[in-house]
């Protein structure tokens, strides 16, 4: 198996966050909502890790993951996204969870940085970790033709989540073609 170069980034945001780096969480914070040209306080703490060479994904990815990492940098986050918001769902508005996360899957690249904010401070509110590492993997991942992130993501959350009954299933199409 090869070496995952991009590990190292995330356990960087760990360190910042163990080491309670109060400064860099905040400058980090900042670039919320923001592209990386608007967040110039954040690339003291990005560009540093970069790859050579990296495409305008690559390096929207590390800026997006920094800034929500920031904004929710609990440890002890396990799986994907999917079983992230399973968790959240199992709290409480289990329907409200499911829409986000069905517009989530749905994302255009473009989009993505805005429902994953959403989400995760979602998942904050619940106090429910995220698993960094793998979100970070998962959206560089995120424009394979193949969408197996998105297929993972779905398996995981709904193998989560107990099936709908019958009678529930009923109710929910009818709602939709309301």
């Known amino acids: ?20 780096d109060r400064a860099a969480l905040a400058a980090l914070r900042r670039g919320l909502g923001r592209t990386p040209a608007e967040a110039a306080e954040m690339h003291r703490y990005v560009v540093p890790w970069l790859p050579p060479e990296t495409r305008r994904w690559d390096e929207d990815c590390h800026y997006l993951v920094a800034a ?14 999917g079983d992230t918001l399973a968790r959240v769902a199992q709290k409480g508005n289990a329907a409200a969870v499911e829409r986000r996360f069905v517009a989530l899957l749905k994302s255009h690249p473009q989009d993505l940085a805005d429902r994953l ?4 401070s979602l998942a904050r509110a619940h106090d429910v970790p995220v698993h960094w590492h793998q979100l970070f993997r998962d959206v560089r991942d ?30 929910q199409v009818q709602a939709k073609e309301a």
């Open 1 to 20: 198996m090869r070496q995952d170069k991009r590990v190292p980034f995330v356990e960087y945001l760990e360190k910042l966050r163990d080491q309670e």
């Open 117 to 120: 904010r959403h989400v995760v």
């Open 142 to 171: 995120w424009q394979h033709p193949a969408q197996y992130v998105q297929r993972n993501w779905a398996r995981d959350f709904w193998s989560a989540l107990a099936p709908p009954t019958v009678g529930e299933e009923t109710e």
């Open 68 to 81: 929500l990492f920031a904004s929710h940098p609990a440890p002890g986050g396990s799986g994907s996204m």
